[in-house]
């Protein structure tokens, strides 16, 4: 059953909690692996593969939240840090991929033939992520030899993140009654960081609104946005590293690896109050200041966890095991499910992702074919340019997606985080407000229309949920909707 409700203005269904909750099946749950301190001594340093347009090499780029004039500003940068280390094993794939053969299938090719390797890159995907997620179904020696074979997956890749700093707090007594919050944001399967920025944009510029008229309403003054190690520039950087199988785990432990290693302590300021620069690899925090965060959380700051989809179900994981670091969630259509509603691979998609076009003569003529597709249609248009100047690279006179879509499949043929982190909610710390956005027209992502009160009220004390008219790709949709997104930070704190 659903309620409905209003919210700063405009009206939201609300999931209200299930009379007979779904039960959870007991199975083996693998904990998160410790992690390591990779030999950054033994390895160079990446650089960054592109440097963002309209600004220069090592310079921030000014984030205007509305037009220039009008604007409360903040600056962007990218940055770099070692992934969790070492990664998680694969029984069916621990070895990097060669996708050469895949990606110079090109339209040229007879269509039975690409139909053909199609078939024969499924079946071995699908033979992949059958090994990784066996345990759940049968033996615990998966389970058990875990923790040890992860000592022998040696590879040190990287993250990348966007940091997004508020430049103009120029008087900060006015700025007294206001809480500061740093947001964590984490993206879906197949999209770059940045495709999160017009929904960014949208939340700093009504926040900003709002505190006109009330001076407590929170500042944020810090944004982490985070990227995968197989998209956009961290997949470039990364590229030859990236393996025929990917366990999901090994995302949350690199979103863990940056909040306990790697995000400063405070925003340190200036003379002006300008935010001191950050280097672009950043800099290893000591070991004490890690058991310090792990048993404490942080000294100053306020952490809000956003996730989409993939992202969600990561920053989830995170908080079940590791709740110190996080003073609230917003899950945005998270891919957590019960595992009565998931023994099926995600074929569907999978198999898109496979066949999906890779390449195009430049970035024009694949912004001209995005704009015809049906596929993007229902996407603000901020997004889609930012999808595809971020999201594809040109070399070698070709425009090319950073992120091919093999990798895309191989992450879609995983399932075993999802339904660990379903099992898992109930056990999130009641202290961190819950607060789920989930679609009404699609609800794949969370198990299907049937299970999503069941899931949205899994972890039922200080929940919360709004139901939108929109598919799964939600920030993608809808950016400038996020009133919603706005209450989940003003009110749920």
């Known amino acids: 059953m659903s309620t409905s409700a209003r919210i700063n203005g405009m009206e939201y269904t609300s999931f209200l909690p299930p009379k007979s909750p779904l039960p959870a099946p007991s199975f083996p749950i693998r904990r998160i692996i410790p992690l390591g301190e990779p030999p ?15 600004s220069e090499a090592g310079q921030p780029f000014t984030f205007y939240t509305a037009s220039p004039s009008q604007s409360v500003k903040y600056k962007l940068t990218t940055h770099l840090y070692p992934s969790a280390y070492p990664r998680s094993p694969y029984r069916f794939g621990s070895t990097p991929v060669d996708t050469t053969e895949y990606t110079q299938i090109g339209k040229e090719e007879k269509k039975d033939v690409r139909e053909k390797m199609f078939t024969k890159y499924m079946t071995g995907l699908e033979d992949w992520a059958y090994g990784v997620n066996h345990a759940l179904e049968g033996g615990c020696d998966h389970l058990e030899s875990y923790e040890s074979a992860c000592a022998t997956q040696k590879r040190v890749m990287w993250n990348s993140v966007n940091r997004i700093v508020r430049d103009d707090l120029e008087n900060d007594s006015e700025d007294v009654n206001r809480e500061r919050l740093t947001l964590f944001v984490a993206h879906a399967n197949g999209f770059p960081k940045e495709t999160w920025e017009p929904s960014i944009r949208s939340l700093l510029s009504q926040l900003e609104a709002s505190a006109s008229e009330n001076d407590t309403t929170p500042i944020i003054e810090e944004i982490w946005i985070f990227e995968a190690v197989q998209h956009g520039d961290t997949g470039l950087i990364n590229a030859g590293l990236l393996t025929r199988a990917y366990d999901w785990l090994d995302n949350v432990r690199d979103i863990l690896q940056f909040l306990l290693y790697y995000i400063p302590d405070r925003v340190e300021r200036g003379p002006k109050n300008e935010p001191v620069p950050l280097p672009t690899h950043l800099t290893r925090l000591p070991e004490s200041t890690a058991t310090h965060r792990i048993k404490e959380g942080f000294d100053s700051r306020t952490v809000v966890g956003v996730g989409h989809s993939f992202g969600g179900c990561s ?3 995170v908080a079940t095991e590791y709740p110190s670091l996080f003073s609230s969630l917003v899950l945005v259509d998270p891919v957590v499910r019960p595992i009565a509603v998931s023994a099926i691979f995600n074929n569907g998609l999978a198999e898109s992702a496979l066949k999906r076009r890779n390449f195009w003569k430049s970035k024009e003529e694949a912004r001209t074919l995005f704009f015809k597709s049906p596929f993007f249609k229902a996407w603000n248009h901020d997004v889609l340019n930012a999808y595809i100047e971020h999201g594809i690279v040109e070399e070698g006179g070709i425009a090319k997606l950073k992120m091919n879509g093999l990798h895309e499949t191989i992450l879609f043929l995983h399932r075993q985080t999802t339904l660990e982190t379903w099992n898992l909610l109930p ?3 009641s202290r961190i407000p819950l607060f789920w956005v989930v679609s009404g027209l699609d609800g794949t992502a969370l198990g ?3 299970v999503l009160p069941d899931t949205v009220w899994r972890r039922p004390d200080n929940s919360s949920n709004v139901v939108l008219p929109v598919g799964h790709l939600i920030p993608h949709e809808a950016p400038i909707e996020f009133d919603y997104f706005k209450f989940s930070l003003t009110d749920n704190l």
Not at 41 to 53: A, E, H, M, V, Y
């Open 40 to 54: 950054i001594d033994k390895i160079s340093f990446p650089t960054l593969p592109t440097i963002r347009q309209g």
């Open 448 to 450: 299907g229309q049937d």
């Open 315 to 317: 920053v989830a994981r």
């Open 427 to 429: 056990q999130l710390n």
